[in-house]
């Protein structure tokens, strides 16, 4: 199933619009969960997972257990939007919040390459533990690697917006 161009929506507040890729590229490379949204038939699901984002293929992983109500959405309808967000805190006394967000859509895509999910948990391992090389020996061994699941959602779609208001 390919991935069809929506309709692209104008960013209502244009001045809060990211438009450089490599700011982009900086949030999701600095940010370790990211939310989905997907649906199956008329109901939405949305879920938050920890993520690698490997920016040559523009593309997301994450894993999941094999069996489950994500994989079940996902099967029904690989068509995904999803979130990632930098948190920047609270102004006080402003009622702002200071912020940058990237936002996707995507398809995704079950790995059942052993090569591919190598690279994939490496990527997730070496962002996410503090001690990566411990964690790759533990869990890039065959049998690990046979049991993962791992989900690639490439990206088709990316946009950004970020809000960041200074008190004087």
């Known amino acids: 199933m390919a991935v069809e161009r929506m309709k692209k929506y104008h960013m209502r507040r244009q001045e809060l619009e990211i438009k450089s890729k490599k700011t982009m590229r900086e949030i999701l490379a600095g940010q370790e969960c990211m939310t989905i949204a997907m649906c199956k038939g008329k109901e939405p699901y949305l879920v938050t997972v920890t993520y690698a984002y490997d920016s040559r293929s523009q593309s997301f992983y994450f894993h999941c257990a094999p069996v489950g109500k994500k994989i079940d959405y996902l099967k029904a309808n690989p068509i995904v939007w999803g ?3 930098e948190d920047l805190g609270y102004v006080t006394g402003e009622c702002e919040h200071n912020y940058r967000t990237v936002m996707f859509r995507g398809k995704a895509e ?3 390459d052993v090569r591919e999910k190598r690279r994939a948990l490496g ?8 001690r990566p090389s411990e964690a790759r020996k533990r869990l890039t061994t065959q049998s690990s ?6 989900v690639r959602l490439r990206a088709v779609e990316l946009s950004g917006k970020e809000s960041v208001h200074r008190k004087d």
């Open 83 to 85: 979130q990632v967000v």
């Open 145 to 150: 690697l046979e049991k993962a699941s791992i």
């Open 123 to 130: 990527l997730m391992i070496d962002k996410l533990e503090k």
């Open 110 to 112: 079950f790995v059942t």
